[in-house]
């Protein structure tokens, strides 16, 4: 796969990304400790990296500021003009993982942000469904970055929100319960042990900082724009929490509130869930969600596009380009959008706005 403009170097991606066998717990049965979901795979043998490294580890570009520069300022400025006013055009966001430098050329290719990274806009909204961390580089630069983004894109008129993903909840619980056993429906298990097993990074522990933490805690896990129904997962365990957006939302920052890992191990699970969409009675899936939420659109994340379609890199390499993700896949009866562009298996890392161009 070829890297977009202003991306970091190109760097081989690891087996661990690669292997994406199907439990049968994804598919809403079977319990999760006997096997790994799409995209996981077990632990490599143990190598002689240096401390903290990670496989998927790249080195980031130092951007020297220089030295400042003494200018005359106006003493009477003009005052700036106001923001704005009126909606500007809704823009989503698929799974991230980590890969801060895919992330920011993407933004910029659709003119979200400029060649700083700062919001360029203007009443533009942006949704990223889920999924900041893990397996990739720097997931901690990516949920700083959409802090940012959040206070500059409101500060011009606009908004940058974000849903609540399966590995938000993981990462949550690997800090907090760590090695704490919970009841994995066969036997017991760790978040702090799913969190490795699940490409949990140890720079992004390292600098896990309180207010991430809290972030991530007061996420929505579904939200309602435009007639879009957004979420992460294409699961219909959002049904398991409320019979409105306003009560599965609730529901879910109570569960993560109480701070029970056994009740946070069980959303967790019911957020892994995937394929609801996919196969024969997908369509149906879809409706019940709609029908009870409202919209007439899913768009969701999680299950990546190159394995929806079964395509997916080569084990040797990335000489044959990686996975063909042109865009969003649209599918179950043109009811549901896919927008997890299998970033972390070569793929594609997708920002594009609704409604789509279909």
């Not at 994995?184 to 042990?193: E, K, N, P, Y």
Request: aromatic residues 8%; charged residues 25%; hydrophobic residues 35%.
């Amino acid at each position: 796969m070829t890297q977009g403009a202003g991306q970091g170097p190109e760097v081989e991606r690891t087996a661990t990304l690669r292997d994406f066998r199907v439990p049968a717990y994804v598919h809403e049965t079977g319990p999760y400790a006997q096997s790994t979901h799409p995209g996981d795979a077990a632990p490599p043998a143990e190598e002689a990296y240096p401390e903290g490294y990670t496989p998927t580890q790249r080195d980031l570009p130092v951007i020297n500021r220089g030295d400042t520069v003494q200018v005359t300022v106006d003493p009477a400025p003009a005052p700036a003009p106001p923001p704005t006013t009126g909606q500007g055009p809704l823009y989503v966001v698929g799974d991230v993982h980590g890969y801060l430098d895919e992330l920011l050329a993407a933004l910029q290719e659709q003119g979200l942000v400029d060649s700083a990274g700062q919001w360029c806009a203007g009443t533009a909204r942006l949704w990223f469904l889920g999924d900041f961390t893990d397996r990739g580089p720097d997931g901690i630069g990516v949920i700083d970055l959409v802090m940012r983004l959040s206070a500059e894109a409101a500060a011009a008129g606009g908004y940058c929100k974000a849903l609540m993903g399966n590995h938000e909840l993981l990462l949550l619980g690997a800090k907090r319960f760590n090695d704490t056993p919970v009841n994995s429906g066969a036997g017991t298990a760790t978040f702090q042990a799913a969190w490795l097993l699940n490409g949990g990074q140890k720079t992004d522990m390292d600098r896990l900082q309180d207010h991430h933490l809290q972030w991530m805690a007061r996420l929505d896990a579904v939200e309602e724009v435009d007639g879009h129904l957004l979420l992460h997962s294409d699961t219909t365990a959002y049904l398991d929490y409320g019979r409105s957006i306003e009560e599965v939302n609730d529901t879910v920052r109570e569960t993560i509130t109480r701070n029970d890992a056994d009740e946070v191990w069980d959303l967790f699970r019911k957020f892994t869930k995937r394929f609801s969409f996919r196969d024969e009675g997908g369509a149906d899936a879809v409706r019940s969600l709609l029908d009870t939420y409202g919209g007439t659109r899913v768009v969701h994340g999680h299950s990546p596009i190159p394995y929806l379609l079964g395509e997916v890199g080569s084990e040797d390499g990335e000489d044959d380009g990686g996975p063909v993700v042109a865009g969003p896949h649209v599918y179950a009866d043109g009811l549901a959008i896919a927008m997890d562009g299998g970033v972390t298996m070569a793929g594609k890392l997708l920002v594009r706005k609704l409604p789509l161009d279909d």
